[in-house]
């Protein structure tokens, strides 16, 4: 297991938080892709607004993700650790800023818990960060993150960016007690009015 975090909790205690994965919700993915140059990451033009309106509701912003790539011999750990750098680097120029980063470096045969939808990565996570698991979700592009929102005990939102659109083609609706949304903002959107009844 491989966490990094990109800061250490401050003495704000328990806040709730939206766990987010990386690729395709944050970042431009698609099926079969690997990022693995720092250069060609980039980020979708909606997501410092939508992370600043869920800062601006009271939520940590922690970032969950899969870097198979790593043990696949397609990147070093340290290019993978710089990608995520320069993401919270870049956020935080636009005024987003991430509590924190964590990330799978192992391959789908390795056995290891911290893989997703394996719940590691979280555990870690809560560790770190007092966390009420009620008020807090899970936004992915892919039916594994929402299958570790449910398993974690968040909320799990699909976003149909990525590959969201072509996970829920493929398996025909989504699991119960999971919602949908366009993108990162929708998302932003739909959990801010959830959270304080309120639109954003
Ligand atoms: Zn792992």
């Known amino acids: 297991m491989r966490a990094w975090p990109v800061r250490k909790p401050s003495a704000g205690g328990r806040r709730p938080a939206v766990f987010l994965d990386r690729d395709g919700v944050l970042v431009h993915n698609r099926s079969g892709y690997y990022l693995t140059d720092p250069a060609k990451m980039r980020i979708y033009p909606f997501v410092t607004r939508a992370l600043r309106i869920l800062s601006a509701a009271g939520f940590r912003l922690i970032v969950l993700t899969n870097q198979s790539a790593v043990a696949r011999g397609y990147m070093t750990l340290r290019t993978a650790e710089e990608i995520n750098r320069k993401l ?10 991430l509590d924190g980063v964590y990330f799978c470096p192992h391959g789908p045969d390795d056995g290891c ?3 997703k939808p394996g719940t ?3 555990k870690e996570a809560f560790r770190d960060f007092p966390t009420p698991r009620g008020g ?5 592009d892919k039916f594994l993150d929402l299958r570790l929102g449910r398993a974690g005990r968040l909320k799990p939102v699909l976003v149909l960016t990525g590959q969201g659109k072509s996970q829920l083609r493929k398996k025909g609706r989504l699991p119960g007690g999971a ?3 366009a993108n990162l903002l929708a998302a932003a959107r739909m959990i801010k009015a959830a959270a304080t009844g309120k639109s954003a």
């Open 88 to 97: 919270a680097r870049l956020l935080r120029k636009e005024g987003a800023i």
């Open 113 to 115: 818990g911290c893989r």
């Open 120 to 122: 590691g990565l979280l």
């Open 136 to 140: 807090s979700w899970m936004i992915g």
């Open 179 to 181: 919602s949908a949304a």
